[in-house]
């Protein structure tokens, strides 16, 4: 009967549904040729149910940070895992969800990894960036794709469109970026309006380091005595890479849009392996070639109905080599095929409530070379459907409410057609007091991690009839906004409560080594987040900046009482972690911009295995890092000079046990723009 009512939703709202945007947002759209960008401050209560957490334009150019990754890290509720280093493999953990349960999104069209569902983050710039967004749940306007819908956090990633003033018609850009363990990161990119409504984007960027920084390494045993200290340097941390990308951009009327970028990565690394009882390895290496094109398409009809049209092709190959005659021999090749389809429509039925309806198809394909997997042949498919219908209602500047429900059939060509899961989530925001910036928010939604490739196929490892995991989430939030002429802040905290059942993880079958996977774990997630952000404009062209982050949770294994870690905090999630950004700027009145950031990251007491013992502790670590920076306007160009100190005090500290973190290190960075 549930299932019966769901379908009846999704029909009657299929009758009147199709996706919208506002005039004023497609407007904003339309004239981005013709205006700068302009950072607004004001936050209008229709726009989101549930507030994100944002990081863009000024904010990610103050930033001591390299890849989207490095500034993920300032977000309150995240956990990052990073194996050091450059060109260490780098994914995020939202409320402690699992890196598989958040999406990552690249222009509004999912990251996709059938294969190990990782995304690694370090592979994308802030060069090109121009806003990272993260939502809990998901976004708050109903106008996306039916997969958005799914995902228990959503990290969206939005490079640089685009801007042209009076008669601009070309933007050039340039960069060198050099550094400690031999770092060399230059690049190029530019803007050429053809038309009135059509542009096109290039960037490119290169990436060098070996990689080869000291660390101490330092164990003590439980009774004080110190079992091994050594001071060495990192070895086999090595990094070649190369990223281009392009877009074209045509917004040919204020209601509509069409967009298409294409996007290019290649790379080569050494692994440097982890540190075991004082012995280090270092025979392994990784080669990854990433592509994808991806179209996008928006229009409004009668001025109530709009239309938006994805398609994606991507191209993912990984090649892992170890060399190391200690460990078994490894040369193993992947190449994953990727086809993605969305159409999403929206309807206005009256000012205050919105109706959608969104469809979106994926084929994923997995070639193995090499491989010891139990199933032929050896050609790996999983055909993905979503639909989703969602509604959302405005009741004046007091309520706001939106409703959604997704179908979800994944069928993998190995393994008979799965059953449909439907998840449903509802959200609202209450704004007590219409003369206060003051937001009640909260939602419940569920959400499914199916099985990746790797769960179901490798030999004595892998299960295929594995069910997917599901996360229920719940969320309460306070929110505070203020404005006036001399300040701005922004305040919010939130509660969450979320209960993984089916958690998918590998056990052992019996003889060493030999592994597989089951449905077994319960995990319970209890925590808070808090954010406050200050700007006070000071005389004379002064801005003092700060932000504060702060997350406590505990994340308890309960599957069953008679294991000996039943209700222990599972690896590696804190207690205790949060970050300070602060700042001051100067702007001179012909625009030329001096100022400094430091930063502070701490991530409290975890541990690396299941059973929260002495042996299992992974100690706190902290990092103090600085920036200076400086902006000139000579003529029509635009000079930009950086200088960061990352980890200043020079701590020994590791975010995956075994895999010791780089200590003080410095970068200077040298831009051009015209």
């Not at 997630?525 to 006070?536: E, L, R, Y």
């Not at 039943?566 to 001051?584: A, D, F």
Request: aromatic share 16%.
């Amino acid at each position: 009967m549930i299932r019966r009512a769901f379908f009846i939703l999704i029909l009657a709202l299929c009758a009147t549904s199709v996706f919208a945007i506002s005039e004023a947002e497609l407007d904003s759209l339309y004239n981005n040729f013709r205006i700068e960008e302009v950072e607004v401050t004001a936050r209008a209560l229709t726009k989101d149910v549930i507030v994100p957490q944002t990081l863009k334009g000024e904010q990610l150019k103050r930033m001591a940070a390299l890849s989207v990754a490095d500034a993920l890290r300032y977000f309150s509720g995240v956990q990052l895992k990073d194996y050091g280093g450059v060109g260490g493999i780098k994914t995020i953990n939202v409320r402690s969800m699992g890196s598989q349960h958040t999406a990552v999104y690249y222009n509004g069209v999912q990251l996709g990894n059938a294969q190990n569902g990782q995304v690694d983050l370090g592979r994308f710039s802030l060069d090109n960036m121009e806003q990272i967004q993260l939502f809990n749940g998901q976004k708050s306007d109903i106008f996306q794709s039916a997969r958005e819908f799914g995902a228990a956090g959503n990290v969206y990633l939005t490079t640089r469109r685009p801007y042209f003033k009076n008669k601009e018609r070309v933007h050039v850009r340039a960069q060198m970026r050099c550094g400690s363990f031999a770092l060399a990161n230059p690049s190029l990119g530019f803007d050429v309006k053809l038309t009135e409504t059509l542009a096109l984007n290039f960037d490119a960027e290169y990436v060098y380091s070996d990689g080869k920084y000291p660390f101490r390494y330092r164990r003590v045993l439980p009774s004080g005595e110190v079992a091994y200290d050594t001071t060495a340097i990192r070895q086999n941390g090595d990094i070649n890479a190369v990223r281009v990308e392009g877009g074209l951009h045509d917004y040919y009327s204020t209601t509509g849009f069409f967009r298409v970028h294409a996007y290019n990565y290649w790379s080569e690394r050494g692994i440097p392996g982890a540190i075991v009882n004082n012995v280090w390895r270092n025979g392994e290496r990784l080669w990854d070639r990433n592509n994808f094109v991806q179209a996008e398409w928006q229009d409004e009809w009668f001025n109530r109905w709009n239309t938006r049209v994805l398609a994606k092709w991507a191209n993912d190959y990984t090649h892992y080599k170890n060399y190391d005659e200690r460990l078994l021999p490894s040369d193993n090749e992947y190449l994953q095929q990727e086809l993605y389809f969305s159409f999403a429509n929206k309807v206005r039925i009256f000012n205050w409530w919105d109706a959608s309806l969104a469809y979106d198809y994926q084929y994923n394909m997995l070639d193995r070379s090499n491989l010891l997997i139990e199933a032929e042949p050896e050609h790996f498919g999983r055909h993905s459907h979503w639909l989703s219908a969602a509604t959302t209602m405005n009741i004046k500047e007091y309520f706001r409410l939106q409703a959604s429900v997704l179908m979800t059939q994944i069928s993998n060509l190995q393994s008979p057609i799965s059953n449909p899961k439907i998840t449903p989530g509802i959200f609202f925001s209450l704004r007590p007091y219409p003369s206060i910036d003051l937001s009640i928010n909260a939602f419940y939604k569920q959400s499914y991690r199916y099985p990746t490739f790797n769960d179901l196929y490798y030999t004595d490892l892998g299960n295929a009839n594995l069910r997917p995991e599901l996360a229920r989430q719940h969320s309460v939030e306070v929110a505070y906004r203020k404005t006036d002429k001399t300040y701005h802040i922004d305040l919010s905290a939130s509660y969450y409560y979320n209960r993984v059942t089916d958690k998918i993880i590998a056990y052992p079958k019996g003889q060493q080594f030999r592994w597989t996977m089951l449905n077994l774990g319960t995990v319970k997630i209890n925590g808070v987040d808090s954010k406050a952000d200050f700007s006070f404009f000071l005389p004379l062209n002064f801005t003092l900046r700060a932000r504060l982050n702060y997350t406590y949770q505990t994340a308890i294994d309960v599957t069953n009482p008679d294991d000996t870690y039943y209700g222990h905090q599972i690896p590696y999630i804190p207690w205790h972690s949060g970050s300070v950004v602060g700042g001051l700027d100067w702007k001179s009145k012909r625009g030329d911009h001096y100022g400094f950031n430091y930063s502070f990251i701490y991530v409290g007491k975890r541990y690396c295995q299941q059973e929260n013992t002495v042996y299992n502790e992974v100690l706190p670590w902290y990092t103090h890092d600085l920036a200076v920076y400086a902006e000139w306007n000579i003529r029509q160009f635009r000079l930009k000079a950086n200088f960061e100190l990352n980890n200043m005090l020079g701590q020994d500290y590791e975010v995956i046990q075994n895999y010791p973190m780089p200590k003080q290190n410095i970068r200077c960075t040298l831009a051009f723009q015209y």
